[in-house]
């Protein structure tokens, strides 16, 4: 996705041909670090202070199509969601005594966290992986997950991982705090 270098390096080339650029002071910052800056007190200090001195800034990155121009960037959080349910055979789901299990609880959730942010102007709250059974197992290093179970079980382990998108960190605590409540309020 480094389209977005190409393309300012030739509008570059293309200003400098056309003799656009003489007596022009013109700063380019290529970031490698995506939504994941660490401190941007610290990793975005100087970006920052550069950009604070300019009157116009542009960000060649991708966005959602031909003529459209980006006018910020999102960030970008994971989250985990974890549930559990009595293992039981499949006969006696939604009875009391078994329940629904862990993966209807599961969807349950992303079903109640869906009503609550979907529609939310630049926010996007996406669940990007699912495993559930009997016995499950994550890496999160590697994103690798195994599940163990059958069809007629109830499952009795479910773990779904996500990404939520936003813009600016009052949004995105806003967001999780709308989660927090809706599992409490449960």
């Known amino acids: 996705m480094k ?22 002071t013109i700063t380019v910052y290529f970031t490698g670090d995506e939504e994941s800056s660490g401190d941007e007190v610290i990793s975005r200090r100087d970006f920052i202070a550069r950009a604070k001195e300019h009157d116009i800034a542009l960000g060649f990155e991708t966005t959602q199509s031909f003529g459209i121009a980006t006018v910020a960037r999102r960030g970008s959080s994971g989250w985990l ?3 559990s349910g009595r293992q039981s055979h499949s006969s006696g789901v939604f009875r ?16 109640e966290f869906q009503e609550e942010l979907a529609g939310e102007q630049y926010l996007t709250f996406n669940p990007g992986q699912i495993i ?9 290093e590697t994103g690798k997950g195994e599940a163990l179970g059958k069809t007629n079980i109830v499952a009795r382990e479910a773990l779904v991982t996500g990404d939520l998108r936003f813009l600016g960190e009052a949004q ?15």
């Open 172 to 186: 995105k605590e806003a967001a999780r705090k709308k989660c927090r409540q809706s599992l409490t309020e449960t």
């Open 81 to 83: 969601l974890r549930t």
């Open 132 to 140: 559930g059974g009997s016995d499950i197992s994550y890496n999160s």
């Open 3 to 24: 389209g977005g270098d190409v393309m300012a390096f030739a509008s570059l080339k293309a200003l400098h041909d056309l003799g656009l650029l003489e007596d022009r």
């Open 96 to 111: 009391e005594s078994v329940g629904y299990g862990a993966i209807y609880e599961a969807a349950r959730i992303l079903t």
